[in-house]
């Protein structure tokens, strides 16, 4: 479980040969701390559809691995991190985010989902991980959110 060049063609390829709320892949992500996170990933439009699920999630767009060193997060290269937060459901979730354009223009088309039950330990795990990848859009949005502690 690493994550690969053309991860993007691969969530969108798997996709549509499956249903909306089954992951395509999974990557882990390293922080810091050393620890590490194996996240089930979905492409945007499936996540509205796993609303009991409740989990530390990212919002993240695809990039070329050459390219990615300025954005490289712990794991290797291929993705660019731009949001990390945590909720009880990710469908009313990424609901409230399409409602309130949290995304336009960002090209965040990949969702990564570590499903978490406990709400102290997604708020931990949400802070290892703002640490670690400085996601720009969670200083942007810090408080829209009730309830999120990244």
Request: with cysteine; net charge negative.
């Amino acid at each position: 479980m690493a994550i690969v060049d053309g991860l993007h063609a691969q969530v969108t390829t798997q996709h549509r040969a499956v249903s909306p709320a089954a992951a395509t892949a999974q990557v882990v992500l390293r922080t810091r701390s050393k620890r590490a996170y194996a996240c089930e990933v979905y492409p945007r439009e499936a996540v509205s559809d796993l609303i009991d699920v409740a989990a530390v999630y990212a919002y993240v767009r695809a990039v070329p691995a050459n390219k990615s060193s300025a954005v490289a997060d712990a794991s290797g290269n291929g993705l660019h991190i731009g949001y990390i937060g945590t909720t009880d459901s990710m469908g009313r979730q990424d609901d409230l985010h399409s409602a309130g354009g949290h995304f336009g223009g960002h090209g965040f088309d990949i969702v990564l989902v570590h499903r978490v039950a406990d709400a102290p330990i997604r708020a931990d795990i949400a802070r290892d991980l703002v640490e670690t990848f400085n996601p720009v859009l969670n200083d942007l949005l810090r408080g829209l959110e009730p309830g999120n502690n990244s």
